[in-house]
């Protein structure tokens, strides 16, 4: 059976309702919709407001009371003993303003100590005598200087009192004696005569020789240098790694007999290892090598 007018006419009804309140409910789901996306400009414009009072409450205790940073000054400058410099401009800025914003003036409190004798006899000059008096000579006494012990000069006599010793001892061969500019040079040749070969270790008749020219050696007043020398062969042992130690050791050796067997003042004495590199002749021949082999008492013509 058809339906109706009543009924078509309460249907079209019922659908516009209904059409109705959907439109209803679209538009405040979007209000909803565009209220929560909006909801952030609140909070934005709160922490806008907190960081301007903020700002605006930093400025407000960032102002200083220019009296009482004044005051404040003074008192560090006192305890840290100055004389309130923080107020007073350099020398080269006389027209620079203080760290308070005024003009610097000066500590009148504070200048009327601080002015010394020199300040005030610049200030205040004594006056000038009318006639310029004479100058009374005055003697200041010297020391006399200390007499120098002037060495010995070397001669051929003492020369050839050496060369006797050594001609006595039958050691022509082992020990040879001459005059230099620098001094008098006894050289023991360090062969298998005087030292065990790669050895420091003088031998008995080595011994005599030094003690009977330890004789001349304490009877001047010169500076003796002993010198250790080597040849050009390269020696690598437990003791002496190389020539510089073995020349050294040599040289210590004289040099200790000398002082502490002779009891020559040490004072007068060094010792030195040249190793291969001060040669008296080219190393090209055995001989030659002996004859750099050596240890050499200098006897200095002056002092150094």
């Known amino acids: 059976m058809p339906p109706s007018h009543g009924g078509r006419a309460a249907a079209a009804g019922k659908t516009v309702v209904h059409v109705h309140e959907s439109r209803?409910?679209?538009k405040k789901h979007g209000h909803a919709e565009e209220g929560s996306s909006e909801r952030w400009l609140l909070t934005y414009a709160d922490m806008?407001?907190?960081?301007?009072a903020l700002?605006?409450?930093l400025f407000a205790i960032s102002t200083p009371n220019k009296v009482k940073y004044a005051q404040l000054a003074r008192a560090m400058s006192g305890g840290f003993g100055g004389t309130n410099a923080i107020n007073v401009p350099s020398s080269g800025s006389a027209g620079a303003s203080n760290i308070t914003g005024q003009a610097a003036t000066p500590n009148t409190?504070?200048?009327k100590y601080s002015t010394s004798t020199e300040n005030t006899k610049a200030l205040n000059p004594p006056s000038q005598p009318s006639q310029p008096s004479s100058p009374v000579p005055t003697t200041v006494p010297t020391a006399a200087p200390a007499p120098a012990t002037t060495p010995a000069p070397l001669t051929k006599a003492l020369e050839a009192k050496i060369k006797a010793v050594?001609?006595?001892t039958q050691m022509q061969q082992k020990v040879h004696v001459h005059l230099e500019g620098r001094g008098l040079v006894i050289s023991l040749l360090s062969d298998s005569a005087n030292y065990?070969?790669?050895s420091a270790e003088l031998r008995p008749e080595t011994l005599q020789l030094l003690h009977r020219i330890s004789a001349f050696l304490g009877n001047i007043t010169n500076d003796i240098r002993i010198e250790g020398n080597t040849d050009n062969v390269p020696i690598e042992t437990a003791e002496y790694p190389s020539n510089w130690e073995l020349s050294s050791a040599r040289a210590v050796v004289v040099t200790r007999f000398l002082v502490e067997h002779e009891h020559l003042d040490g004072r007068r004495f060094s010792a030195v290892g040249h190793g291969q590199f001060k040669p008296?002749?080219?190393n090209d021949t055995p001989i030659h090598r002996q004859l750099n082999r050596r240890v050499d008492i200098v006897i200095m013509n002056t002092r150094p």
């Open 48 to 52: 806008i407001t907190l960081l301007l």
């Open 24 to 26: 209803l409910k679209k």
């Open 196 to 198: 065990n070969s790669g």
């Open 166 to 168: 050594v001609k006595a």
């Open 109 to 111: 409190a504070n200048l």
């Open 55 to 57: 700002f605006i409450i």
């Open 280 to 282: 008296a002749v080219g």
